[in-house]
């Protein structure tokens, strides 16, 4: 069975830092594509960040450009996001997804982990 | 990065059909046959409903299918069931620049 387990979120001050994770199993994790996905509360869903599965490919969202950075771990079947210089508006839970071998097409999702940027 | 356009809410009867439209650029939906459609309950995480415009995932009932249009895409539900209430997103690709955008997300009711 496939799972994604995140973990790392909290509350933290606005300029502050968090590293979300995302644990994997039930699956070859160093075969597919991850990616983070928001949803700020009582909002929509907002994509975040794409890793391929060799790491060799990045992209961002302009809202997090410069101050996220995704990154994994296939020997541990592990996903990361470290969020620096956090924001209000980074407020939100937070999905990681697995790519399915379609493009934007994401056929896994985590329970998702909180993250609250506030002073 | 600006989001698709859909509907706040959409409603229908049980066994009606309901169709959700979601609007982009000919920068997103309109250049790419690359649109997703998501399904979220309330306190849940989202499903994969619709990829490719049209393909079905999988155990996804036939009930759901996609397509698109131009600049818009559409998700229709037909045979409305109760278990069917729930906020309808679609996403799309936007160049390897952009990657991703997801719509602002529809309310389905089920009355």
């Known amino acids: 069975e496939v799972q994604l387990v995140e973990s790392g979120g909290g509350l933290v001050q606005p300029g502050g830092s968090l590293r979300l994770s995302c644990a994997a199993s039930?699956?070859?994790?160093?075969?597919?594509?991850m990616n983070w996905v928001r949803q700020a509360p009582g909002k929509g869903l907002e994509w975040v960040s794409y890793?391929?599965?060799?790491?060799?490919?990045?992209y961002y969202a302009d809202s997090v450009k410069g101050r996220f950075t995704i990154s994994r771990d296939n020997a541990k079947n592990s996903l990361y996001l470290q969020m620096n210089s956090l924001r209000a508006e980074d407020t939100a839970v937070y999905y990681c997804?697995?790519?399915?071998?379609?493009?934007?097409?994401?056929?896994?999702w985590g329970q998702g982990t909180l993250v609250t940027v506030s002073s | 990065q600006s989001a698709l356009t859909q509907p706040a809410s959409v409603s229908g009867s049980p066994g009606q059909s309901i169709t959700i439209s979601c609007t982009g650029t000919?920068?997103?939906?309109?250049?790419?046959?690359?649109v997703s459609w998501y399904q979220q309950h309330p306190g849940k995480a989202p499903k994969l409903m619709i990829y490719?415009?049209?393909k079905r995932p999988s155990g996804v009932s036939n009930r759901f299918s996609g397509s698109k249009s131009g600049n818009t895409a559409s998700l229709t539900i037909s045979g409305l069931q109760a278990e069917d209430e729930a906020d309808y997103y679609c996403?799309?690709?936007?160049?390897?620049?952009?990657?991703?955008?997801f719509g602002g997300g529809t309310q389905l009711t089920v009355l």
């Open positions: 997804a697995r790519g399915s071998g379609h493009t934007v097409a994401y056929d896994y």
């Open positions: 890793i391929s599965s060799s790491s060799s490919t990045i």
């Open positions: 996403c799309s690709y936007a160049g390897s620049s952009t990657w991703a955008v």
């Open positions: 000919s920068s997103d939906v309109g250049s790419y046959n690359l």
């Open positions: 490719e415009v049209s």
């Open positions: 039930g699956f070859t994790f160093s075969s597919y594509s």
